[in-house]
């Protein structure tokens, strides 16, 4: 038997190596698949460039992080970008409703099939790749400042007595708090509001929304407006979290629509569960467990390999998996959405 | 949610009155010689104002995009299938360049090959149970007792899998570090690199084929990360992002070349007349330029004839498919996929054979791409260079239709390369009068290589808003 | 009349569906269109509510013609359509399905709302459930809720009983009395000729897109005629 400081240096080790990354991440991940999934409810198709929305808005939310920094405006511990969020935002929504109006609104007006408006965004994934490049190159860039720890590890261990230490970063915990704020907004204003409820409706059956007296324009501009908030505000905490890479946020785009699909489509609640189950099972099939197992078994049976299930380049497989699994099993998702 | 859905779209805004069949046949049958006279027509410009070198470079980089961009046809075009994995086959067939030509490292294999040999029975073992599993179960049962077999299997080849791994790989890896290849000649590679692919294509058909379009593209998108993402990182198999240089070609090596009489004598008479203009001291020079010029010329014209050679072949086959009655019941499939199945037609049955032979199309491609390279480069394949370009090229040349994708192929290629330039001169204009010191100057020429990422996306976004059937566009028998 | 279609002729592009079909509803009355299948029966409500394009013909809404008229605009003029399939939003409660409805009126409606809880008991003890988990009957009384919603002065039914029990139609026909009674004008499509007959203050029989016999419903109940072709004797 293990004793008691053992065990909790194992439950230790897991909380900062498995849960805390996997909050984090899972909430990125749950506002990225809540966009994809109003725009796949509202406008009906998978947005192939919702990942370089994201990244765009993270450009945009850079650049104004850095002219408050030039301009002497910091934001106490916490990281200017989180100020310049708000311009970004509006910035970034104004961007997807010019895209809209001179690329998806034809097709609609038009009434193509999905998967035209798919190959469409697929064109306008190039573009936005190209602008986001335009402006900030292909290299690495950090853009955080501010208190950078939450809790640190050593001062964990002092407090605590234990050998594992913990550490939380400011930006995890400013994710998961930004996350819940913007997800329970959400969710008040879809269930709340008119236009919210409208969207509800429009998203829920189309042509009964028309005959109700929806303006299925203002509908989706709303859609816009909120899918571009929402991918902004994703692809800032990402960026806060890791670093801020062009390409890493297409990469992002297939745990985004697994979580999106795994919730089931067009269904917000569903979005945010995905994000986590997805995020955690990355994390966990990714993470090696030998130091954990280390302060559970006694000494002589301390296992030999890594104990790691897959190595954390094959990631994008458990996604994939996960996806796989839930479209042969269940394709409206957990939460009963709805069929591409 | 098929390829010519785009067009009902103008179709429905055409009068009722104007007869569309006439209006195509008039147009189609100028159209095609048009468009690949003025796309030589630009090749040459590039030779005479940029460089011949270059202008070749394009045309066989422009041959195999066009034997990809058929494969893909094949696939959306005839069949309306999504596939959003191109990178994946254009992948597994540059693997087997490398499996193929490589020499074995004879070294590794003594050393790991048995592990190696163990682990291959064993993973046959897996898959052997699970086959008869699933044929004498059902339901729940059926379900856990694979997944126990699945994790019994898993503990039971982990260990030996990385004996044979950490063996390998640690042979010489500076310059080996994996098994090598067979050594045969690289041209069989092409035929391996399409069967890889055909065979990983039905494997993902049979997962993922039942799935709505969007849904496939999503379900392609993810096993192309993760086919590269294993290329990537199985050193023994490739030397992942080691990379495999090297590979021997089916074409004759330029500095042999240069020795060869029979081909100075060819130079010396190809050149002639400049030859003469010139005094004798120079000549000698002159000729010797010539020769190292003619040389890489020569090796890239091989080339670019050999591949001329797999895309006529594959342009007979898929035009006669095309119009065969199987074509045929591939297009009814995909113009009303309900009504063809109410016929009795077996719509997962076709789409999988397309999807496989598409995707063998693609495998061939991917291999000739390998061998004009001379190596095999995982960490360069990235989706949007290798999945969604391919798309536009088959987008913008016209779905459906064969000539169109090897004209996207050819188009979307000289514009992919040439927009680079075309950015830095767009670049030099802007900056022409800027300090070269301030950091915007600087900014302003990193711009140039995401440019042409730009000119693509307005490309497809531009041929599919005004002419949504693409360059040549499918024709449409009113029979 | 209070709504008339007047000689409606047109199609969806090919030919035309409708030939001259003339189809009007009163105030306070429930008008109902007969025929077999194929008859353009369906077509030629969604002509009045402005889906299909008339190549001859008018439509008037008291005195004021909305030929051109979008359906939205009908809708916003007074006219509501209760389709046959589809006609509420299954993942929204009852009472959203209800606001939905009043979607383009400001003003307060929990007025409305209580008429039609009133109207349909039901729905009022439902009124937390999402609209897609009731039963077939129950969902029909949402849709017929939700259309109410807007204080139309024309309800459009299209085949409000295809697939309901006998003892929920009856009660359907009788809850729609009620609706008429309020001084509406029901214009109705349906599949239970007899039944709906039975109710209507004016019967149309469609043969081809064409009017082929108009009368109260109790005359066209008694024409020989049209109990040989459509009511089985």
């Known amino acids: 038997m293990p004793e008691a400081t053992e065990i909790l240096n194992a439950l230790v080790l897991m909380t900062n190596f498995v849960f805390v990354p996997a909050l984090a991440y899972g909430s990125q991940l749950a506002l990225g698949a809540l966009g994809v999934t109003l725009v796949f409810g509202i406008l009906r198709f998978a947005n192939f460039a919702h990942g370089d929305l994201m990244a765009f808005g993270t450009t945009i939310t850079i650049l104004f992080t850095w002219l408050l920094q030039a301009s002497g405006i910091t934001f106490g511990p916490l990281p200017t970008a989180l100020l310049a969020l708000v311009p970004a935002i509006a910035a970034t929504a104004i961007i997807a409703i010019l895209i809209d109006k001179s690329v998806f609104a034809f097709y609609r007006k038009h009434r193509a099939a999905p998967v035209v408006l798919v190959i469409a965004s697929v064109g306008v994934m190039f573009m936005l790749s190209a602008i986001v490049r335009f402006i900030m190159g292909t290299d690495d860039r950090r853009f955080t400042d501010g208190e950078r720890f939450l809790v640190r590890a050593p001062e964990f261990k002092r407090w605590s007595g234990l050998d594992e230490g913990l550490a939380i970063q400011t930006t995890q915990a400013i994710t998961v708090i930004v996350a819940l704020v913007v997800v329970v907004a959400l969710f008040i204003f879809l269930n709340r509001t008119r236009t919210g409820k409208a969207m509800r409706a429009y998203s829920d059956n189309e042509d009964l929304a028309l005959l109700s007296g929806i303006n299925p324009d203002r509908v989706v501009m709303v859609t816009w407006i909120i899918a571009a908030a929402l991918a902004t505000i994703a692809g800032a905490l990402y960026g806060l979290d890791k670093s801020f890479k062009p390409f890493t946020y297409f990469q992002l785009l297939l745990p985004i629509f697994a979580a999106a699909i795994v919730g089931g489509i067009g269904q917000p609640v569903g979005a945010v569960v995905g994000g986590y189950i997805v995020a955690f099972s990355e994390v966990m099939l990714t993470y090696a467990y030998k130091k954990f197992a280390m302060y559970l078994m006694p000494d002589e049976l301390a296992p030999q390999g890594l104990l790691q299930f897959l190595s954390t380049d094959y990631k994008f497989a458990v996604s994939f998996i996960i996806l796989v699994v839930v479209l042969l099993i269940r394709p409206t998702g957990l939460f009963r959405g709805k069929v591409l | 949610m098929s390829a010519p859905a785009i067009d009902e779209t103008a179709q429905a805004e055409r009068s009722p009155a104007a007869p569309p069949a006439i209006v195509q046949k008039k147009d189609s049958a100028w159209r095609a010689p048009l468009a690949f006279l003025a796309m030589g027509a630009a090749l040459a410009a590039v030779g005479m104002f940029q460089s011949w070198s270059v202008a070749l470079a394009i045309l066989n980089m422009s041959l195999i995009s066009a034997v990809m961009a058929m494969g893909l046809n094949l696939q959306w075009g005839y069949a309306g299938l999504f596939n959003a994995g191109v990178m994946a086959f254009t992948a597994l067939g540059g693997l087997a360049a490398v499996v193929v030509s490589h020499p074995p490292v004879m070294e590794a294999l003594t050393a790991g090959g048995r592990s190696l040999a163990l682990s291959a029975v064993i993973t046959i073992g897996i898959v052997a149970t699970i086959i008869f599993l699933t044929s004498i179960l059902k339901g729940r049962v059926r379900g856990f007792a694979i997944f126990v077999v699945v994790v019994a299997g898993y503990f039971l080849l982990r260990p030996v899998f ?13 310059r080996t570090g994996f098994i090598g290849g067979l050594g045969l000649p690289i041209t069989l590679s092409w035929l391996v690199g399409g069967i890889f692919a055909a065979a990983v294509a039905w494997l993902i058909g049979k997962v993922a084929l039942g799935l709505r379009s969007d849904y496939l593209a999503i379900a392609t998108l993810g096993i192309s990360e993760i086919v590269i993402a294993i290329i990537k990182n199985e050193d023994w198999l490739a030397r992942g992002v080691k990379n495999v240089t090297g590979l021997p070609r089916p074409v004759p090596y330029e ?35 010539l020769v190292i010029e003619g040389a890489s010329a020569f090796v890239k014209i091989a080339y670019a004839g050999l591949f001329t050679v797999v895309l006529l072949i594959i342009l007979a086959l898929c035009v006669r498919a095309l119009n065969s009655p199987w074509g045929r019941m591939m297009r009814a499939i995909r113009d009303n996929e309900e009504a063809a199945a109410a016929m009795g037609k077996n719509i997962t049955k076709r789409h999988l054979q397309v999807f496989v032979l598409g995707s063998a199309i693609i495998g061939i491609a991917g291999a000739m791409m390998t061998t004009l390279d001379g190596q095999f480069t995982p960490g360069t394949y990235n989706p949007l260079r290798f999945t969604f370009l391919i798309w536009v090229m088959v987008i913008v040349g016209g779905s459906g239709n064969n000539l169109g994708a090897v004209l996207g192929g050819f188009l979307i290629w000289f514009i992919w390369v040439e927009a680079e330039p075309a950015g830095q001169w767009i670049v030099a204009q802007i900056s022409a009068n800027m300090d070269p010191n301030t950091p915007l100057y600087r900014h302003l020429q990193d711009i140039a290589a995401p440019f042409r990422l730009f000119v693509m996306g ?6 599919m808003r005004f002419s949504p059937r693409g360059i040549l566009p499918e024709k449409v028998r009113h029979t | 009349m209070y709504l008339v279609g007047e000689g409606m002729t047109g199609g969806y592009g090919g030919g035309d569906i409708l030939r001259d079909c003339t189809i009007g509803v009163e105030k306070g009355e429930i008008a109902v269109i007969v025929g077999p299948n194929g008859a353009g029966k369906s077509t030629a409500m969604k002509a009045m ?18 030929t051109t008229l979008s359906p939205q605009a009908r809708v916003a003029e007074g006219i509501a359509f209760v389709p046959q399939t589809n006609n509420v939003f299954t993942g929204m409660s009852v009472e959203e399905n209800l606001e939905m409805g009043a979607y383009l009126r400001r003003d307060d409606i929990s007025g409305t709302m209580e008429q039609v809880f009133a109207l349909f008991p039901i729905l009022k003890e439902k009124r937390r459930q999402a609209a897609g988990e009731l039963s077939g009957g129950q969902r029909q009384q949402v849709a017929v809720g939700r259309a109410l919603m807007t204080r139309p002065t024309v309800l459009m039914l299209d085949e409000p009983t295809a697939g309901v029990s006998p003892i929920v139609m009856d009660e359907l026909f009788d809850r729609i009395l009620e609706v008429r009674d309020t001084g509406l004008a029901i214009l109705m499509v349906e599949q239970n000729a007899r039944q709906a007959l039975n109710i209507a203050d004016r019967g149309y029989v469609l043969v081809g897109g064409e009017n082929w016999r108009t009368g109260t419903g109790h005359e066209l109940l008694a024409n020989p005629e049209v109990r040989k072709s459509f009511l089985g004797g």
């Open chain 2, 162 to 174: 990385s004996d044979a791994v950490t063996t390998i790989e640690s042979v010489n890896p500076a």
């Open chain 2, 255 to 289: 500095i042999n070349l240069q020795q060869e009489q029979w081909f100075v004598d060819l130079v010396s008479r190809f050149h002639a007349a400049q030859l003469e203009s010139v005094g004798e001291g120079t000549r000698e020079l002159l000729l010797r330029q």
């Open chain 2, 458 to 463: 307005l490309v497809l976004l531009i041929v």
């Open chain 3, 49 to 66: 509510l402005g889906m299909l394009r008339l190549r001859l013909g008018s439509v008037v809404l008291d005195g004021k013609n909305i």
